[in-house]
C-alpha cells in the first residue's frame, strides 16, 4: 500500500505526482481523509448522462467519503465533502485545494 501525503496543494494533482513518482500507473484508491479549503465537483443532468454540471465550492469540507483509481496515471475519484450546514455534496471530483489542514489517500497497486 501507498500513503500518499498532501499539504498546501491541489489534491487530484499531487496525488498524480506522487503516484508518479512512485512507480505507480494503476491502482485504487481504498480511501482518503482530509479537508479543503475549496473544490470543484460535478454531477450530471437528469437529462443528458454524457453531460456534466460543473461546480465550484469556495468554502471549507470535509473530505467523508472517497472511491477511486489510477489508470494510466490518471487519478478519478468520486467524493462526498461535507460542509457547513451538516449538508454532503457529492459527485466526480475535479480539483480540491488543500491548505488549511491536509488530506491522505491510502493506494493499493493493481498490476495485470
Avoid at 480511501?31 to 473544490?39: E, K, Q, T, V, Y
Wanted: net charge negative.
Amino acid at each position: 500500500m501507498h500513503v500518499f501525503e498532501v499539504n498546501d496543494a491541489e489534491l487530484v494533482e499531487s496525488i498524480a505526482e506522487q503516484a508518479k513518482a512512485a512507480g505507480l500507473t494503476d491502482g485504487v484508491i481504498v480511501s482518503l481523509i482530509g479537508a479543503a479549503d475549496s473544490f470543484t465537483i460535478s454531477t450530471m443532468p437528469a437529462g443528458d448522462a454524457s453531460a456534466d454540471i460543473i461546480t465550484d465550492y469556495d468554502q471549507p469540507a470535509e473530505i467523508v467519503g472517497v472511491v477511486g483509481d489510477i489508470v494510466g496515471g490518471v487519478v478519478h475519484l468520486h467524493a462526498t465533502m461535507a460542509i457547513e450546514g451538516d449538508k454532503g455534496v457529492a459527485g466526480h471530483l475535479h480539483r480540491a485545494q488543500i491548505g488549511h489542514w491536509f488530506a491522505r489517500a491510502y493506494v493499493l497497486p493493481v498490476t495485470a
